[in-house]
């Protein structure tokens, strides 16, 4: 991860000619969140607490680029890579 500070006039403008013609992979983020919720019913925010918060990054026509998992108030011993465990 990188981040800048520039002025908008630092900017060029190319035309979409020859390597300027292509266009960046698709980059998709899917995400998935998992609750403590009651047997049979669909959770409800002010009932149920998240527990869970999984996500991935995948570039168009590749395999994945990114993954995290963030437990919340757990401690699980699992197989996975950037486990964050946030306590509240």
């Avoid at 990054?57 to 919340?72: A, C, D, I, M, N």
Wanted: hydrophobic share 45%; charged share 15%; glycine share 6%.
């Amino acid at each position: 991860m990188f981040s800048s500070i520039f002025s908008h006039s630092a900017l060029i403008s190319h035309a979409a000619e020859g390597d300027w013609s292509h266009i960046a992979p698709l980059r998709i983020l899917s995400f998935d969140i998992e609750c403590a919720g009651r047997k049979g019913i669909f959770p409800e925010p002010d009932i149920d607490p998240v527990i869970q918060i999984a996500n991935m990054v995948t570039r168009q026509g590749q395999s994945t680029f990114s993954s995290s998992l963030l437990l919340l108030n757990l401690i699980l011993r699992v197989l996975y890579r950037g486990i964050e465990t946030i306590h509240s």
